[in-house]
């Protein structure tokens, strides 16, 4: 009761001095409460109207609390809020102040550099054409190394039998058993060289493991030749490579160039150190042949630094030499060169017979150690020819030619000349002009009639 008198005074003081409530005493001993509750009891419904007046005032102070709890939640939630946009509103500034101080650095850095700028627009349609060239060449890389994968195959197509028959050529003096039956060249890096060869057919070898150095080289010239050939080049250049090889292949190497046809349709370019090799191919074209050739010799030099080149060398071709000789009315002379060019001619009228058919003839000597006869050599030979001349297209002309050499008489100073030659002491007599002209003229239809048998 005291209680709610001593609220009451602080919440409600006007209804509680309404009331006219009875004091209350300091103790609880006696009858105080009399007052309170006889009669009506109008003091304790007063009281008990103040104490609900009382708990109308605390449900409104505690809805007031909650509702202000509420609002100090948000007071807070949005003091977070407001920490948070003075906190984005500092960076903000901050980034303002770096956006203009990298937009005045950016304007200085263009105005610096704007002659650079400009040269790099004025470079954008060429570095567009450069990644449009870079795009193609991206697409053209897979093409091309697909290409350089398969060409290996595709520039061997067909060369092996080519390269098998040029080989067997330019060894064309070995032994049957040793030339190729069949020869395989690699498609793929670091492929082998196949071989297999004749003696031994079905039998493969690594041509690098079993072929001597000198059959390796003229395997490898064999290759680059089958290539020129069937690629129809107009030009086949040899710089060398003839005198590189060794002298047994030699032969074979150089009839295979200038005898069995493969480059008549070529010019043929040939430079060697072998003067002798040279001058033997000189005599075994034939003088017609032989006259169209260009020479150039490079001569030694004498101290000084420029080369030395002789345009116009002479030539070494007998039967040029002759008939030029009696072009001069040097009898002698033109004799002297008729007598190689006669034993030339009849060494390879002699050769083609023996690829026709039997080349044994019978000739007689003299003594032990006395070389043969051109008189009695050309005899046979014209016996040994005319008899399969129909046979063969030149070999008429041929043996025209030695019959017309051999009308001239044996014992004839001319002769003479011809089959051992004639010291300065031994001349008793001059040469007669007519004579020499015909062994010279004869010696040219038998040359121009080895070229016709020979297929040239």
Not at 195 to 215: K, M, N, Q, T
Not at 280 to 288: D, V
Not at 289 to 307: C, M, N, S, T, W
Not at 414 to 431: I, P, T
Request: charged share 25%.
């Amino acid at each position: 009761m005291r209680r709610v008198v001593e609220v009451g005074t602080r919440a409600c003081p006007a209804e509680l001095q309404a009331a006219g409530l009875p004091i209350l005493p300091t103790s609880y001993a006696g009858d105080w409460l009399r007052t309170w509750v006889d009669g009506e009891q109008h003091a304790w419904s007063a009281l008990l109207q103040i104490a609900s007046i009382i708990e109308g005032f605390d449900a409104q102070a505690r809805a007031i609390h909650e509702q202000r709890s509420a609002l100090i939640q948000e007071r807070d939630s949005l003091d977070q809020y407001r920490l948070e946009i003075e906190r984005l509103r500092v960076m903000r500034e901050t980034v303002e102040q770096d956006l203009a101080s990298a937009r005045q650095t950016v304007a200085q850095f263009v105005e610096t550099n704007s002659e650079l700028i400009q040269a790099v627009e004025d470079e954008a349609p060429l570095v567009s054409h450069h990644q449009r060239v870079k795009a193609a060449y991206d697409g053209f890389i897979p093409k091309i190394q697909a290409y350089l994968a398969a060409l290996p195959g595709l520039l061997l197509q067909g060369l092996g039998e080519q390269a098998c028959n040029l080989y067997n050529a330019f060894n064309r003096d070995d032994p049957p058993g040793d030339l190729l039956h069949a020869l395989w060249l690699p498609v793929a890096e670091n492929g082998d060289i196949e071989i297999e060869f004749a003696g031994e057919p079905g039998v493969r070898y690594d041509a690098l493991i079993v072929l001597s150095e000198g059959h390796i080289k003229c395997l490898g010239l064999a290759i680059l030749l089958a290539k020129n050939i069937s690629q129809g080049c107009s030009v086949v250049i040899f710089d060398d490579v003839v005198n590189a090889i060794d002298d047994e292949h030699r032969n074979g190497i150089w009839r295979t160039f200038f005898q069995d046809g493969l480059l008549d349709d070529k010019q043929v370019i040939l430079t060697s150190h072998a003067e002798e090799f040279l001058h033997r191919i000189q005599q075994e074209l034939g003088a017609g042949r032989a006259a169209a050739i260009k020479q150039y010799k490079f001569l030694p030099h004498h101290g000084e630094h420029d080369l030395r080149v002789d345009s116009h060398p002479p030539m070494k071709n007998y039967v040029l030499l002759a008939q030029q000789a009696l072009e001069n009315d040097e009898k002698r002379e033109a004799l002297r060169q008729a007598r190689p060019a006669l034993e030339s001619l009849t060494d390879r009228l002699w050769s083609w017979l023996g690829r026709r058919g039997d080349g044994r003839i019978d000739i007689k000597l003299s003594g032990p150690r006395s070389p043969w006869e051109l008189n009695n050599k050309c005899s046979k030979l014209r016996s040994a020819v005319e008899r399969i001349a129909a046979q063969h297209v030149g070999a008429p002309e041929a043996v025209a030619a030695l019959v017309r050499l051999l009308n001239i008489n044996g014992t004839s100073i001319e002769w003479g000349y011809l089959n051992g030659a004639v010291h300065d002491s031994q001349r008793d007599h001059e040469f007669d002009r007519s004579t020499v002209r015909t062994i010279i003229e004869s010696i040219v239809s038998l040359d121009t009639a080895l070229d016709r048998m020979q297929n040239r």
